[in-house]
């Protein structure tokens, strides 16, 4: 099992960067395949960014291509999320999980672990 705390979420103006963390309660690298996931209210929970168990591939959404970056710290076991240029669409609650199966299934959302969410507010 792995636990996942995510933070770094806040509000920030159209045009800008956060970077988002999610600190894990072990090591994740080639273990679990990791991913950051995001949702808001009415709509379902849809797949950002992801990361191969091996960190050796990356995945992403359209709408974040150009934008978002996925990366992992071993040293730290931290999964970052850095957002560039950031959209008043990209306003969401933000969630770490982490899957034990390739990226392909939990880019499908069928994560065995999730975080608590952290906010991100984009104002325009």
């Known amino acids: 099992q792995v636990r996942l705390v995510e933070s770094g979420g806040g509000l920030v103006q159209a045009g800008g960067s956060l970077r988002l963390s999610c600190a894990t309660s072990?090591?994740?690298?080639?273990?679990?395949?990791m991913g950051w996931f995001r949702q808001t209210p009415g709509k379902e929970r849809e797949f950002v960014a992801g990361l191969t168990r091996s960190g050796g591939s990356t995945a992403y959404a359209d709408s974040v291509l150009g934008r978002f970056t996925i990366s992992r710290d071993n040293a730290k076991n931290t999964v970052y999320l850095q957002m560039n240029s950031l959209k008043p669409e990209d306003t969401a609650v933000y969630y770490c999980?982490?899957?034990?199966?390739?990226?392909?299934?939990?880019?499908?959302?069928?994560?065995?672990?999730w975080g608590q969410g952290t906010q991100v507010t984009v104002s325009s």
């Open positions: 999980a982490a899957d034990p199966r390739p990226l392909m299934v939990l880019r499908s959302g069928q994560a065995s672990y």
């Open positions: 072990r090591r994740t690298s080639g273990i679990y395949t």
